[in-house]
């Protein structure tokens, strides 16, 4: 079994940055961010291949957003830069034993869900 646990998530402005952290149990072959606002459905941000380090993006947040990993510590990370409000959303870290490239940004191919952390931005 997979445990995923959430933080880093908070309000700030426009342009502003902010990063996310996954802490994980188990390892999972891959992992990544989904996110969901109000009234929207769940849609895939980032994912990373844990052993090659392979990233995928959504291209809505292609060069502002970067995913990555430290497997020393078996955490996952986003590190998002020129936030806009349409970014402000709920966000999931998920994982899957599927490979990134079979999985791609697919809500239903990730079994395995954190509680989710809060991001808003203002302008």
């Known amino acids: 079994q997979v445990q995923l646990v959430e933080s880093g998530g908070g309000s700030v402005q426009a342009a502003g940055s902010l990063r996310l952290s996954c802490a994980a149990s188990?390892?999972?072959?891959?992992m990544g961010w989904f996110r969901q606002a109000p009234g929207k459905e769940r849609e895939g941000v980032a994912i990373?291949?844990?052993?090659?380090?392979?990233?995928y993006y959504s291209d809505s947040v292609k060069g502002r957003f970067a995913i990555s990993q430290d497997n020393t510590k078996n955490m996952v990370y986003l590190q998002m830069n020129s936030l806009k409000p349409e970014d402000s959303a709920m966000y999931y870290c998920?994982?899957?034993?599927?490979?990134?490239?079979?999985?791609?940004?697919?809500?239903?191919?990730?079994?395995?869900w954190g509680q989710g952390t809060q991001v808003t931005v203002s302008s």
């Open positions: 998920a994982a899957t034993y599927r490979d990134c490239t079979s999985a791609r940004l697919e809500i239903k191919s990730f079994g395995y």
């Open positions: 188990g390892w999972p072959n891959c």
């Open positions: 990373i291949q844990r052993a090659a380090g392979s990233t």
